[in-house]
């Protein structure tokens, strides 16, 4: 008897093995956060980041403007980085729908750890966020990545260049950019360049159409701001050209 029993069952697992893979989901947006995690933040602030993340895509506002798209899904991955060869994706994608699918997002992003403490590698974060817009998620009308930092790129490759990468194969920057304005000694020209950060962010960092940066001064409004900048990013109007197929 046990063997009757067995055989359609080892029959029906070999099938569910050979299956091809689920089609991919569409999209409104596919959506990279890449998170400063470098070592002039410290775990304060880094826990107001965490905070603010979870505020944003749980706030009204945020989940409306998902609903009002075309498809009325949006498609998000967390990635956090500090030197060149500390970047790491914490949170693969995942398609946020409604206020069930952002809170169980938005739970899992404030559980995880911290990364890293080390440089501020810019361009690392965003060649990851690159290779994940390319190689993985959703269908997505529009590809975004979202850059959050207070500080300029010190290690890894240029980031001008990083940019420009991305920007070939239709991938559009954001930043926000967290400002210190009582920096120690040390660490004076790296969060407050010539011109400041957010100056310096529109000139190597963003890019692409409707690119734009948002500047804070203080951790604790952080949400906020992510919540208008989550706004304007899944609203923006589509430039009509659906990017690579993702899986």
């Known amino acids: 008897m046990g063997r009757i029993v067995l055989v359609p069952l080892v029959i029906m697992?070999?099938?569910?093995?050979?299956?091809?893979?689920?089609?991919?989901?569409d999209v409104d947006v596919a959506l990279v956060l890449v998170t400063d995690v470098s070592r002039s933040i410290d775990d304060s602030e880094f826990k107001l980041e965490k905070d603010g993340y979870s505020v944003a895509f749980t706030n009204q506002r945020v989940l409306e403007a998902i609903k009002?798209?075309?498809?009325?899904?949006?498609?998000?991955?967390?990635?956090?980085?500090?030197?060149?060869?500390?970047?790491?994706?914490?949170?693969d994608w995942t398609v946020i729908r409604?206020?069930?699918?952002?809170?169980a997002f938005a739970d899992q992003l404030a559980a995880a750890p911290r990364s890293f403490w080390g440089r501020t590698?810019?361009?690392?974060?965003?060649?990851?966020?690159?290779?994940?817009?390319?190689?993985?998620?959703?269908?997505?009308?529009?590809?975004?990545?979202?850059?959050?930092?207070?500080?300029t790129n010190n290690a890894g490759r240029e980031v001008?260049?990083?940019?420009?990468?991305?920007?070939?194969?239709?991938?559009?920057?954001?930043?926000?950019?967290?400002?210190?304005d009582h920096p120690v000694s040390w660490t004076f020209a790296h969060v407050q360049p010539?011109?400041?950060?957010?100056?310096?962010?529109?000139?190597?960092?963003?890019?692409?159409?409707?690119?734009?940066?948002?500047e804070i001064h203080d951790f604790a409004t952080f949400?906020?701001?992510?919540t208008h900048k989550l706004v304007s990013e899944i609203a923006a109007q589509p430039d009509g050209n659906r990017f690579a197929a993702t899986r």
């Open 13 to 25: 697992l070999l099938s569910m093995s050979a299956a091809p893979p689920a089609k991919a989901e």
């Open 68 to 91: 009002g798209g075309p498809v009325g899904k949006i498609a998000v991955a967390y990635l956090e980085f500090a030197s060149s060869f500390e970047v790491r994706t914490v949170l």
């Open 98 to 103: 409604d206020a069930a699918s952002a809170r």
């Open 121 to 151: 590698a810019i361009s690392a974060g965003i060649d990851q966020a690159v290779q994940l817009l390319t190689e993985t998620g959703g269908n997505a009308t529009r590809h975004v990545i979202d850059v959050c930092g207070d500080g």
């Open 160 to 180: 001008g260049d990083a940019r420009d990468d991305a920007l070939k194969v239709g991938i559009t920057i954001n930043g926000l950019t967290i400002i210190n």
């Open 194 to 214: 010539p011109g400041g950060l957010a100056n310096y962010y529109r000139q190597n960092v963003v890019g692409g159409p409707g690119s734009f940066v948002m």
């Open 223 to 226: 949400g906020d701001a992510m």
